[in-house]
């Protein structure tokens, strides 16, 4: 795939872009666009010998086992280390069985873009045909669509592989697929940056069965998480009380961030409690207005009425955006 090619995916989070469009500094933005987590683990004192020596076998195994606790994976289920989400949406065409692949869409646009790249027939609809290997995002991004691991499973057992993206399934862990991994015909993916509030952390996990497992760790070769990154997210994922403790946090600040809507007289149309979805037919004006304010939300080429916006952390960032939205009230 060309450079070009690649630059035309549209994400949230480039705050360079923001700032040479609207002005300032990325440090003087506000980013609300993407759906990570703005209070994020405490990164704990790491071992010098974790940035000096290639990471050790037994540190991996400690990470993935971990990994497996954090996410309920079956016993018989292999996990497996990846360097983010993002290293593992771009090797699942390489996983999946030849002819055309089925997408739930509207969703996270790099999965398309990961099997076109290899030339793969996609069908992206709201109605997957049956029979066909399928892709879906649950929560789904952007619009927070659950399923139900009773409906999800259903969906699952019609085709000949199903890959179940839960990037965002650390709000919403009973809707998780994890405890039914383990067979060849299921790839659950986790994302551990979205949740942790570390992106740049870059980690992820694939929960499948051993030989889907056995060729992703070839295509992922030796080393391909660095020893911080090991060490991070053993701590992260073993602080059961943190993650409780976030979960809570992250339910009340969505609430809050409804309640902002409201007062503005903007509709919510669904979203995660890492992220909202605001439905308005101003999404592009409003979309300018928290810009020029540095604040920085997400719009979307496919639907010109969503707007995207994640809740802030710290109070002053709150205050700065009540203050925004007062302004766009009048």
């Known amino acids: ?35 990570i987590n703005p209070i994020p683990y405490p990164v704990p004192d790491l071992p010098a010998s974790c940035w000096t020596r290639l990471p050790g076998a037994d540190r991996l195994a400690a990470l993935e086992e971990a990994a497996r606790r954090a996410y309920s994976a079956a016993e018989e289920a292999e996990v497996v280390a990846a360097p983010g989400a993002s290293a593992l949406i771009q090797a699942m065409p390489g996983l999946t069985p030849p002819g055309p692949v089925a997408i739930l869409s509207p969703t996270y646009n790099e999965h398309a873009a990961s099997f076109r790249a290899t030339g793969r027939e996609v069908i992206e609809t709201a109605d997957p045909p049956d029979g066909v290997p399928l892709v879906f995002v649950n929560p ?15 969906l699952a057992g019609r085709r000949p592989l199903t890959i179940a993206d839960e990037s965002f399934g650390d709000v919403t862990p009973e809707m998780s697929l994890c405890p039914y991994a ?8 986790r994302s551990f940056g979205k949740f942790y509030g570390l992106a740049g952390v870059r980690l992820g996990f694939a929960i ?10 070839q295509a992922l070769g030796p080393w391909s998480v660095s020893g911080p ?3 991070i997210g053993i701590a992260a994922l073993s602080d059961e009380t943190w993650a409780e403790e976030t979960r809570a946090r992250l339910f009340r600040d969505a609430q809050r961030l409804n309640a902002l809507m ?28 928290l810009a ?4 920085w939300t997400r719009i979307f080429t496919y639907r010109r009425d969503w707007l995207r916006i994640a809740p802030p952390g710290p109070e002053a960032d709150w205050a700065r955006l009540e203050a925004a939205l007062k302004d766009w009230r009048a």
């Open 292 to 295: 020029q304010r540095q604040i």
């Open 208 to 217: 499948c069965g051993p030989e889907t497992a056995l060729k992703l760790r």
């Open 140 to 154: 789904n991004n952007p619009d927070g669509a659950v399923w139900t691991p009773g409906d999800a499973r259903a």
């Open 229 to 231: 990154a090991i060490e």
């Open 182 to 189: 383990g067979a060849e015909d299921l790839i659950v993916l």
């Open 262 to 289: 409201r007062q503005a007289e903007l509709d919510v149309a669904g979203g995660t409690t890492l992220f909202r979805l605001v439905q308005t037919l101003h999404a592009a004006q409003l979309h300018d207005h």
């Open 1 to 35: 795939m060309a450079a070009s090619e690649t630059h035309k995916r549209d994400h949230g989070g480039d705050l360079h872009a923001a700032a040479l469009r609207y002005g300032g500094a990325p440090a003087d933005w506000l980013d609300l666009s993407t759906g």
